[in-house]
T-cell receptor
Framework: AQSVTQPDIHITVSEGASLELRCNYSYGATPYLFWYVQSPGQGLQLLLKYFSGDTLVQGIKGFEAEFKRSQSSFNLRKPSVHWSDAAEYFCAVGLPGGYQKVTFGTGTKLQVIP | EAQVTQNPRYLITVTGKKLTVTCSQNMNHEYMSWYRQDPGLGLRQIYYSMNVEVTDKGDVPEGYKVSRKEKRNFPLILESPSPNQTSLYFC?????????FGQGTRLTVV
């Protein structure tokens, strides 16, 4: 069964600092990989996704993620964090095709300090 | 605009009183699912549906029912809610790529 691990429950960074959120997945093949963001009181918004091809993918709000097959990782990065980035971030995996569920990690809560 | 709409957004109910949370999508997706979100546990799938009249249990189905009579609608039914079902619920619809989520329903069972 597919699984997703986000080892950091909570991260605090200063505004303007760089950010990296870790995500590791477990599955026999390369699944589709996603990062979602949930702002307080909001639903989940897709930040970016990886299916194939270039292993560095760009997303919305200045985020990017890099797929590393050898490490089964899909870490999310941002060069300079803004206060509005404070939210909870979820890494997720899903098998290709529309009939497979998306499995989520337990989330990383990001706090941004001025 | 691609949308998943769930209602209500907030609901407080008493133990044992049947309730239904509605979910509707306008993307003609065949695959729909319900998740619950609890602190420290992320999102866990409750039930899913691969098409009209085709539903199956997810990871945490106890205490829930679903139905899929039409492609666009996938209601979540709690026949006899209990306090341990207090949670934030999300409906999702998936095409060939990512899943699209509703805004969430915060349910409190007292």
């Amino acid at each position: 069964a597919q699984s997703v691990t986000q080892p950091d429950i909570h991260i605090t960074v200063s505004e303007g600092a760089s950010l990296e959120l870790r995500c590791n997945y477990s599955y026999g093949a390369t699944p589709y990989l996603f990062w979602y963001v949930q702002s307080p009181g909001q639903g989940l918004q897709l930040l970016l996704k990886y299916f194939s091809g270039d292993t560095l993918v760009q997303g919305i709000k200045g985020f990017e993620a890099e797929f590393k097959r050898s490490q089964s990782s899909f870490n999310l990065r941002k060069p300079s964090v803004h206060w509005s980035d404070a939210a909870e971030y979820f890494c997720a995996v899903g098998l290709p095709g529309g009939y497979q569920k998306v499995t989520f990690g337990t989330g990383t809560k990001l706090q941004v300090i001025p | 605009e691609a949308q998943v709409t769930q209602n209500p957004r907030y609901l407080i109910t008493v133990t044992g009183k049947k309730l239904t949370v509605t979910c509707s999508q306008n993307m003609n997706h065949e695959y729909m699912s319900w998740y619950r979100q609890d602190p420290g546990l992320g999102l866990r799938q409750i039930y899913y549906s691969m098409n009209v009249e085709v539903t199956d249990k997810g990871d945490v189905p106890e205490g829930y029912k679903v139905s899929r009579k039409e492609k666009r609608n996938f209601p979540l039914i709690l026949e006899s809610p209990s306090p341990n079902q207090t949670s934030l619920y999300f409906c999702a619809s998936r095409g060939n790529t990512e899943a699209f989520f509703g805004q969430g329903t915060r349910l409190t069972v007292v």
